[in-house]
């Protein structure tokens, strides 16, 4: 009997070092307000490499009459029910952010309509500090299922391991924030779409006038674990 090996990939990279945001033309570099003004390419403050990219969201970065975007055209997957996605990315913040910002989601192409299946966001914590949050459904309204608190003035890597599937009792998100398992739960995690997007940056939905900014660095999707852990 012939062994059939599958060799582990890496579908799509982004470490910015190419000194610009040739990497994302593919994806989609300005339909989401990725102008000079929004999005640079910065060497100062860097998880690996010589450069990384500072997102900064303003009040008039307006997407559509209900929100406010600074964002670039993550890559495609295409989805089947029980299928897995693996992804991992480092963001840093040097300041608090002043509200909540949505940083990274999954949606789902038509038919019948875009579905935002989950998103990932920072906001400020009552009484101080700053909190990490994950959830699922249209901007997370089904759900908050895991926070943590998020270090202003460090580099933090956040990995996921999404199985997709309709049925909550099928799918499932496993997370990694800065190295450790911190979420391992079955969700339902896709619509019945077939292919989903990311988009990396900061969104806000209504508008609000507060200025923030987010660093981001090494974007990995593979398809493999193995393959985002240890970069």
Known sequence: MNAIFLLAAILFKADFETGDLSQWTTTGTRSQNATPRNVQIVTDIVQQGKY??????HEDDVFNASQLRVQVGGPKVTVEEGADTYMSFHMYMAEAPK???NFFYWEGTPPPRYNNVMTWWVEPKDGGGTLIKYGTGN?????????ADFTIGKWHQVAMHI?????PEKGNTRLWFDGVLVLDKK???KGPESVYFCQ???HRSPHRPSVDTIYFDNFIL??????????
């Open 52 to 57: 990384a990219a500072k997102f900064t969201i």
């Open 99 to 101: 509200d909540r910002d």
């Open 139 to 147: 901007l997370g309204r089904n759900g908050t299922h895991w926070q």
């Open 163 to 167: 199985h997709w599937s309709e049925d």
């Open 187 to 189: 969700l339902k995690t």
């Open 200 to 202: 990396p940056g900061i």
């Open 222 to 231: 593979a398809d493999t674990l193995e393959e985002i852990l240890e970069k």
